[in-house]
């Protein structure tokens, strides 16, 4: 019997080894690295194990190669990474039916715009509409806005429109205006059809005008959407991001958002918010939420004004460079009542907000009904020009600011003609903002800027363009700290969609989202933050993107 115990132990020791090596057994090591966790410490690390789509662990390479065995290792080779950027505010669908159009970014005439119209009618001859968008006449030599004369030469049975860099304003042919049955410049509330000295319309159409024609243009089958979609989300990879903001969708788009998440056919993270108006409110509320491992849908976005670039911003006073003082897309009325209908559900409410009365009605009627505004974190989107009085506002009712630093570098060029000398002091005020609530959530608004997050990362920290212009950069007082922009596109842009306690830092037991970049963003010189490149990019443990 003595001589058999050892040999019926032996399957019970080499258990419990097996056993404790199980344990220890994790998906993915990363090791080697300069890893910025993004936690309430800003703490940096080595290494992390990562075990069924989360972080297990993290620690120094030793520690954490001691403890795991991995299916695969990541040598970072000294590199730095990041939590997967999270980009605040943006607009995936746009973004792919762009990547499908006419871009027009960058032109600097409308003569260039012709020619593109042109190359591209060349390519697809059958296409009975052309879309685009992009253009934006303060980059033209002739600063006015286009007519729709040149494209009734060139295209006289080919129906156009061209979104206006900010998507809220379009230029269109006649062929456009007929079939939408447009022939007169009449009045649209929210909205303008410009007219000529005769009252007939030039083509150009600002916000709610814009739904006359685009109505009209055929909408995209879904397999040519989920390609495109597919596109646009390559593109996001390329640079390092793993969640966004679709700041206002349709109930079709949520739709075919919720099918093609449950086939797998998508994996960026998505927070989705409804695309509501006061009149359809109630159809989303009785909806409820919608939640599921990479779709969020719990929040409303509503839209207050336009654009400073096309004057429908809606100003406390004139325009300094035109007689207007822009416009609200719905009346105060209205957006007294959809409020309080929110507020009285469990959604989150989010408002495009660019001119400063625009700014102060939504502030206002917020603080009106939040009862709980902490709690609640309601957004108002861009909060782009701000009365004096209404910064304070952000932290009296606990509204967070969400911001596209991108837009300060793109509009300083004309936004002092629009604003005047004293109203732009309160234009692009991050660091205000950031110092009223506590938090930025930071975004792109992509299509309308690039959706690269470290050309907005260098706006916030540099406030130059790419060409290093201003000497000194614009407004370099609402400059913010490289800590604090990176905290904008990972935990502070998570804890503005419920989400902190997920992702938007590299912490044990949350999700495995991370980016690896060749250059470290938070000591690279500011020059070069618009050079570093995404080498990898991680969505629960799988690569999604590498170099």
Known sequence: MKKLLPILLCPIVWLLILQCTTNKEVDLIVYNANIYTVDSSFSQV?????????????????????????????????????PGFYDAHAHFFMLAELLEQVDLNGTRSLGEVIEKLKAYQKAYPDKKWITGGGWDQNLWEDKTFPTKDSLDK?????????????????????????????????????????ADSIGMPTGLLIDNAMQLVSQHIPDPEERPLLLGLRRAQDSLFSVGLTSIVD??????????????????????????????NPNSIEKY???????????????????????????????????????????????????????????????????HAIGDSANRLMLDTYGKY??????????????????????????????????QPSHATSDMYWAEERLGPTRIKGAYAYKELLKQYGKLALGSDFPVEHFNPLYGFHAAVARVDKTGFPNGGFQTENAITREDALRGMTIWAAFASFQEKKRGSIERGKDADFVVLDNDIMTAELPDLRLIKTLRTVIGGETVFHR
Request: glycine residues 6%; proline residues 3%; aromatic residues 12%.
């Open 247 to 276: 700041a206002g969708l349709t109930l079709e788009q949520l739709e075919y958002l919720k099918k093609f998440y449950q086939q797998d056919s998508l994996k960026i993270r998505d927070y989705a918010m409804i695309a509501g």
């Open 370 to 403: 939040l009862k709980n505004g902490k709690k609640r974190r309601w957004r108002i989107e861009h909060a782009q020009v701000i009365a004096p009085a209404d910064f304070s506002k952000f932290a009296q009712f606990h509204i967070i600011p969400s911001v």
């Open 154 to 194: 060139y295209f006289p049975e080919t129906a156009i429109f061209l979104s206006r860099v900010d998507y809220h304003a379009a230029l269109v042919n006649s062929k456009a205006l007929e079939i939408a049955h447009v022939d007169s410049a009449h009045v649209v509330e929210g909205g303008l059809i410009a």
């Open 285 to 351: 509320i009785k909806e409820g939420f919608y939640e599921s491992d990479r779709l969020s849908i719990r929040s409303v976005k509503l839209m207050a004004d336009g654009a400073l670039g096309s004057r429908g911003a809606c100003l406390l006073d004139h325009y300094h460079d035109a007689p207007t003082r822009g416009f609200l897309l719905h009346s105060p009325q209205e957006f007294d009542q959809v409020i309080k209908k929110l507020a009285n559900s469990d959604f989150q409410v989010n408002t």
């Open 46 to 82: 080595q290494a992390f194990a990562v075990k069924n789509g989360v972080f297990v662990d993290i620690g120094t390479t030793q520690e954490i190669r001691d403890k795991y065995i991995a299916k695969e290792e990541f040598d970072a080779e000294g590199k730095p990474i990041y």
